[in-house]
């Protein structure tokens, strides 16, 4: 998964990166997904299709992170398109994860497109709005089941194969586009992230809209080459967010567009026209950064499934299908956690798992 920096990548192997990075309740949700169906995938062979390289006690993808916790200023114009209570005007705390997209927690910054970041979003009365979200502007395949080919294609010793899935599935195209030429930053505080799956919000009169969220980074961005920022080191993310956000929060505009007639709403890798309609929900603010070992996004699991009241899922089938293999994950890396060091700070709350508030 990793490449020593500097050192060339032909554009098979860039394609497995990228097929291992993008990747990345249970039961029913997987029903709906339809992934219980004996002649298709399974929860557990997603997990699987990540490969040999998962660490035990790790993410199982998404496995380089670090936690922070900050607050959702809420402007309260989201409430007139959902009753979801921390879109009412307010501050509710977060608790999150600034994460790469490999299996690999020891992978090189430089050697991993994908970033993203997993938030949960708590209200008095206890709900949640937990949500995971990437940089990319689309994601790389339209349903499930292709991403888990995808996953088969990159793991498959036939060196052809992950560019004759590609071949065969020409809407990888603006999501190989972005990874090959979109722009690189040397920091998270500099990214977008967008949550590419829609979710419907209803509102107070029952009236339900199709939405898909975004958030946009409100400090000015610096843009740097992949070659400027594969000399910053292996870890220079996780260093720079932290040294950063000691000396001043990093903010992001929280954004949802809404979908219109015949948008392609079950389809994350199909942008919707930019002329729709956009709201602003309000700011996400990160104001500290803890060390994932002893950090309060550990032992989270940032599934796109747990919602407040006033937002549910649509028809898209990706979160259903998120939700069975996170939980697949989660499992695996509870059962592994002997071999993840942690406690080194006494004070870490204990007993945050995803069992609690979201299931
Ligand atoms: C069927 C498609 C997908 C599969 C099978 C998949 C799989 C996974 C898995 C197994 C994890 C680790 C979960 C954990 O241990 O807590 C993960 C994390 C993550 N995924 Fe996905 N994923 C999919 C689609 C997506 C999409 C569409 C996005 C972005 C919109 C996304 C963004 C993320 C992020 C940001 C994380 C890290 C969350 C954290 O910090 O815990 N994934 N994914």
Known sequence: MTRPAGSKRPTIVSLGIIAAVVGGAAGAFAYTAGWLSPDRISPDRVADGFGPGVVAGHRINHAKGTCFVGSFHSTGAGAALSTAPMLAKGDFPIVGRFNLGTPDPFAKDDTVRVRGIGMLISAPGGAQWRTAMINAPVFIVSTPQQFYELLQAGGSKDSEAMAKFTAAHPGTKPFLTWAMNGPWTGSYADEGYNGLNSFVFTDAAHTRRTVRWSMTPMQPVRRISATEFAKTGPDALEREIADRIARAPA???????????????????????????????????????????????????????????????????????????????FDRRTAGAANYPRHTNPDRPANTTAKEGGR
């Open 251 to 329: 903010k992001w505009m929280m954004t949802v567009q809404i979908a219109g007639e015949g948008d392609p709403t079950g389809d994350p890798s199909k942008a919707w026209p930019s002329d729709r309609r956009t709201v602003t929900l309000g700011e996400i603010t990160a104001d500290r950064v803890i060390a994932e070992a002893d950090g309060p996004c550990r032992d989270l699991n940032f599934d796109p499934t747990v919602l407040p009241v006033g937002i549910s899922t649509s028809d898209d089938p990706f979160p259903a299908a998120r939700s069975a293999v996170y939980a697949k994950s």
